[in-house]
C-alpha cells in the first residue's frame, strides 16, 4: 500500500518538493521514515494521526486563534520534515550571518547611527516603524548584546533555494511549539527519531539558558518569563517553555521596580529577577517610558534597563528591523558591514519611498506583492496589510496606486514567493504541502549564536505563509535534522556534573498563591453544589428504603442553591428537574456548577506550569451536558462533576509536593468547605431538626458510613452535630478544616521580624481554640453565624497578606527581603 501512496505522491507533488526531490541519500531516510511509520500505523496513516493526536492531548498541546475564547486541540502532522546535516549546515551559517548583521545594525540605530548619516539607511526607514524608540538610544544592554535570540522564517523554492521571508525579534513564537512537536511525535513513534540520527534540541535550550544568565551579576540568577497572561495566542507555549527550561512565569502585575532593580512579588516579600526573557512587545513594556495604555506592563521597568540591572532578552526597540521595508536594505547592508554577501539572501523587497524603486513596483504592479512597508494599515489594501497586484481589480488598483503617490514610503513590493512542498496527511492520503520553516538561535555563554537543530514547520490551508500565528485549517510539523553518525541522548538536565542537591521547592509568586487558593475554592463549591442537586434528584424519588424527603427538608436544600447564586430565587417554586438543571448547567448563574467548573479551568490555564498533566487535562474536560429535564440525567450529570472533583482532588493530594503552592491549593478548599459546612449545618441541625434533615447533612458531608457504623438508631441530633462539626478526625468536619487551615497559615512565611504571629495566624488560631473544648451538646447554635463571619474574615486576612493588592508588596521592618 505504501508504495502504490507514494507513486500517486509523486505525481502530485511541486517542483522542489521535500520528498520528491531529496538526494539519493537523503531520499533513502525518506523511504526508511515512511515505512516506520507505515508499520506503527499497521499500514493505515489514520492510525498514526490519531496516535499523535493523543499525545498532543496528553501533553496539553493547545494554541487559539485570534477573536476566540476557547483553545483548540494543536495540530500536528504525524510526517515529519526531514532535512540533511549537510544542507542545515548552509542554513546555520547563513543565519548566524544575518544575526550579526541585525545585531551590528540595531546597536548602530541606539548609538552612533552612521549608517544614517552615510546613508546607506534612509531615516525614514527607521522612523517610521512603529517599533523604534527613540528614548532607547544610548541606553547600552548589559553584555552590550541587544539580541538574545532572533527567528528567522524560510521558505525553499522549487529549485531548491532557501531564502529568508522574514526576521523575528520581538517574541520567538513556534519555539515552544516546536519542542512540544518533538516531545509528542517522540513518545507517538518510539525510537524512530533516534534510529534515523536526528539531531536533539535539548542542547540548544542549555545553551539559551546558560547565555541568558551569564550577563547577569549572579551566579545563580533568578530569571522570569514575561508574558501577556494565558489570553494570549501563544500562552501554552510560553507555560510550557517556562517549565521546561526551570524560568519563573510572571504577569506585569507580579513584578514591581525598586530602587532600580526588578522584583517579583512573592509570599515572602519582594524576590529580585536578574534577567527576563519577555513576550510582550516593547510598547507594551513600561507604560510610564513606552505606551502609556499598556496595562500589562511594569511600571519604571525602563529604569532598570538603563540602569543596568536588569538583563531583557531581546532588549527594547530592537523590532524596528522587522519591516518590510528593512528587508529592501539588508544586502547592501550586508556589504557595508560584513564586506559579505548574505548566504541566505532575502525575497527581493522594493521601498517605494525610494524614486526609482517605486517606478519598478508600479511597472510590475502584476507581479508584485504590494504590502505595508511597517507593518501597519494603509490605504488602498482595504485591511490586509499584503496582497498580490495581480488579485485587484482595476479599481482597487488604482485606488492602491493613488495611496502610494501620496505616501510612497509606507509600501513596498514584493517578490511572489513560490514555496516548494513537504509531505503530509490530509484526509487519510498523503498529501504535498506548501510550507514555510521558523528557525531560532539563541546566544551561549559565549556570546556565540547557536542555531536549535531543528524547526517549526508550518504548512499553511491558505493565507500568507509569513503569518506569525497558526491559522484555521493550519498544521505544524516536526523538522528533523538528519545526521551522518548516531547522536547521543543528551537532556536539558545534563549528564556531565550533578548540581548542588537542593530540597527547596522555589518561591510562590503571589498571584500563583492566589490561584492555586481559588483554583481550591471554586473546586469545592462547585463539589457541595453538585451534592445538593444530588440530594434534591433522590431525595424527590421514593425508593424502598423509604419515603421522598418532606417538603420542608426539600425547600431547605433548595434554599441553599439560592443562598449560593445557583438558581435565581424566582425559580424557587419551579420543578424540581429544571431547578436542578438551572443549578448545574445555566451560564448565567454564577454559582451553578458549570460556571464555578469554568471558573476553576480558567484558573487553571493562569497555572499550566505548575499543574501536572494528568490535573491540567482532566480540569479542562468538557462539563457533561445538562440540556435535558430528565431526572437520571441529571442525576448522573452532578454524580460526574463530583467524580471528577473528586479524581482532582486525589491528584492533589497524592501527586502535589508539600510546598506552599500546595498550601494555599489544600487552604482554598479547607476554607470553602468550612464555610459551606456552617450553612449547611445551620439549615439542617437546628434545635428540632428532623430525621429527614439529619440523614441530608449526614449526606452532604459524606457521613452516613461513618454514623450508621458508629451508631446504630436512625440519625440524632447531637451526635450528628457532634460528628459534622466538631470531631476532629473527621476529615469532612468543621473542625478538621480549621485545623488544617491553621496548620498551613503556620507553615507559611512571616515577614515579621519580631517573632510575632501574623493576623492570619492569630485569627486562625482563635478559631481552633474556640472549637477545641465543644462537643456536640454544648454547641451553642447561636454562634454558627459568628463562627461563617470570622471564617470570612479569615479569608480575607489570608488574601490581604499574601495575594496582589494594587500595590507594592509588604516590606518588613528592620530588614530585608530584596534577595
Known amino acids: ?77 504525524p510526517i515529519p520534515m526531514l532535512i540533511g546535516a549537510d544542507e542545515w549546515s548552509r542554513i546555520e551559517r547563513g543565519l548566524a550571518q544575518r544575526a550579526d548583521l541585525l545585531e551590528h545594525v540595531i546597536d548602530d540605530i541606539y548609538d552612533q547611527q552612521i549608517l544614517i548619516t552615510e546613508g546607506k539607511l534612509p531615516a525614514t526607514v527607521v522612523t517610521g516603524s512603529t517599533h523604534f524608540w527613540r528614548n532607547m538610544i544610548g541606553v547600552t544592554p548589559p553584555g552590550g548584546h541587544h539580541l538574545h535570540f532572533y527567528a528567522a522564517d524560510l521558505g525553499r523554492g522549487p529549485n531548491g533555494e532557501w531564502r529568508v521571508l522574514a526576521d523575528r525579534v520581538r517574541t520567538p513564537i513556534g519555539l515552544g511549539y516546536a519542542l512540544e512537536n518533538r516531545l509528542a511525535l517522540s513518545r507517538a513513534t518510539g525510537d524512530l527519531l533516534g534510529w534515523m540520527n536526528t539531531r536533539r534540541l535539548a542542547p540548544f535550550f542549555s545553551d539559551m ?17 514575561l508574558t501577556p497572561g494565558r489570553y494570549n495566542q501563544s500562552y501554552a507555549e510560553q507555560a510550557h517553555l517556562a517549565r521546561y527550561l526551570g524560568f519563573l512565569l510572571v504577569e506585569g502585575d507580579d513584578l514591581v521596580v525598586s530602587e532600580g532593580q526588578l522584583f517579583v512579588r512573592t509570599i515572602e516579600g519582594l524576590k529580585r529577577i536578574d534577567a527576563l526573557w519577555r513576550w510582550l512587545d516593547t510598547r507594551f513594556l513600561d507604560p510610564l517610558a513606552f505606551d502609556g495604555r499598556s496595562t500589562i506592563g511594569v511600571p519604571d521597568l525602563f529604569e532598570a534597563c538603563a540602569g543596568g540591572q536588569l538583563v531583557l532578552s531581546n532588549w527594547p526597540g530592537t523590532g524596528v528591523i522587522e519591516s518590510r521595508a528593512f528587508a529592501a536594505f539588508l544586502p547592501a547592508l550586508a556589504q557595508a558591514v560584513l564586506r559579505a554577501d548574505l548566504i541566505l539572501p532575502n525575497i527581493a523587497t522594493w521601498w517605494c519611498g525610494q524614486p526609482s524603486e517605486r517606478k519598478i513596483v508600479e511597472d510590475d504592479f502584476e507581479t508584485m506583492v504590494i ?63 506548501p510550507f514555510g520553516v521558523r528557525v531560532f538561535l539563541a546566544r551561549d555563554a559565549n556570546g556565540a549564536w547557536k542555531v536549535m537543530p531543528g524547526a517549526f514547520a508550518r504548512l499553511a490551508a491558505h493565507g500568507d505563509i509569513r503569518a506569525a500565528l497558526m491559522g484555521d485549517g ?169 467524580d471528577r472533583i473528586a479524581a482532582l482532588t486525589g491528584l492533589a493530594s497524592e501527586n502535589m509536593g508539600r510546598t506552599d503552592g500546595w498550601r494555599f491549593h489544600d487552604m482554598g478548599r479547607r476554607l470553602e468547605r468550612a464555610i459551606n459546612t456552617c450553612r449547611i449545618v445551620r439549615h439542617f441541625a437546628y434545635d428540632s431538626a428532623s430525621s429527614d434533615d439529619l440523614t441530608i447533612l449526614l449526606e452532604l458531608c459524606d457521613c452516613q458510613i461513618t454514623y450508621r457504623t458508629r451508631y446504630m438508631a436512625g440519625p440524632s441530633l447531637l451526635p450528628v452535630r457532634d460528628m459534622v462539626f466538631l470531631e476532629a478526625q473527621n476529615p469532612r468536619s468543621l473542625s478538621y478544616q480549621i485545623t488544617r487551615i491553621d496548620e498551613h497559615v503556620r507553615a507559611l512565611p512571616s515577614l515579621r521580624v519580631d ?22 451538646d454544648t454547641l451553642p447554635m447561636r454562634a454558627l453565624a459568628g463562627m461563617e463571619t470570622r471564617l470570612l474574615a479569615l479569608s480575607d486576612a489570608i488574601g490581604q497578606r499574601y495575594f496582589l493588592q494594587n500595590r507594592k508588596a509588604d516590606k518588613p521592618m528592620g530588614t530585608n527581603l530584596l534577595a
Open 1 to 77: 500500500m505504501l508504495d502504490s501512496w507514494l507513486k500517486a505522491y509523486a505525481q502530485k507533488a511541486s517542483p522542489g518538493d521535500m520528498y520528491a526531490s531529496a538526494s539519493p541519500g537523503m531520499a533513502g531516510h525518506w523511504l526508511a521514515m515512511l515505512g516506520r511509520l507505515s508499520d506503527i500505523g499497521r499500514g493505515d496513516f489514520a492510525t498514526l494521526t490519531e496516535k499523535v493526536a493523543r499525545q498532543v492531548v496528553d501533553l496539553g498541546m493547545a494554541f487559539r486563534l485570534t477573536g476566540e475564547q476557547d483553545e483548540r486541540a494543536w495540530p500536528l502532522s
Open 209 to 225: 539558558r546558560r547565555g541568558l544568565s551569564a550577563n547577569c551579576n549572579r551566579s545563580e540568577p533568578r530569571i522570569g518569563l
Open 371 to 433: 504590502g505595508s512597508a511597517f507593518d501597519q494599515d494603509v490605504l488602498g489594501l482595504s485591511g490586509a496589510r499584503s496582497c498580490p497586484g495581480s488579485a485587484l481589480s482595476p479599481q482597487q488598483r488604482a485606488d492602491l496606486l493613488a495611496a502610494m503617490t501620496l505616501r510612497p514610503m509606507d509600501y513596498v513590493g514584493q517578490e511572489v514567493v513560490k514555496l516548494s512542498t513537504t509531505p503530509a496527511l490530509s484526509a487519510g492520503q498523503l498529501t504535498p504541502h
Open 474 to 642: 493550519d498544521m505544524s510539523a516536526d523538522v528533523c535534522v538528519i545526521d551522518t553518525a548516531p547522536v547521543l541522548p543528551e537532556t536539558l538536565l545534563g549528564s556531565t556534573t550533578n548540581p548542588p542537591i537542593r530540597r527547596t521547592a522555589g518561591m510562590l509568586p503571589s498571584k500563583a498563591a492566589d490561584n492555586l487558593f481559588w483554583l481550591g475554592r471554586y473546586l469545592e463549591r462547585a463539589d457541595t453544589t453538585a451534592r445538593v442537586v444530588r440530594s434534591i434528584l433522590g431525595g424527590s424519588i421514593e425508593v424502598d428504603s423509604g419515603p421522598a424527603l418532606t417538603s420542608q427538608t426539600m425547600m431547605r436544600l433548595i434554599d441553599l442553591l439560592i443562598t449560593w447564586g445557583a438558581v435565581p430565587r424566582d425559580q424557587r417554586d419551579w420543578p424540581l428537574s429544571s431547578l436542578c438543571s438551572t443549578a448545574l448547567g445555566a451560564l448565567d448563574q454564577m454559582g451553578s456548577a458549570r460556571v464555578l467548573m469554568d471558573n476553576a479551568s480558567g484558573i487553571g490555564k493562569g497555572l499550566r506550569e505548575r499543574l501536572a498533566v494528568d490535573f491540567w487535562r482532566l480540569i479542562r474536560k468538557p462539563f457533561p451536558p445538562v440540556d435535558t429535564v430528565v431526572t437520571e440525567t441529571l442525576l448522573e450529570a452532578a454524580s460526574l462533576v463530583i
Open 755 to 776: 517573632g510575632m504571629p501574623e493576623t492570619q495566624v492569630q485569627q486562625a488560631g482563635a478559631l481552633v481554640a474556640t472549637l477545641a473544648p465543644l462537643t456536640g
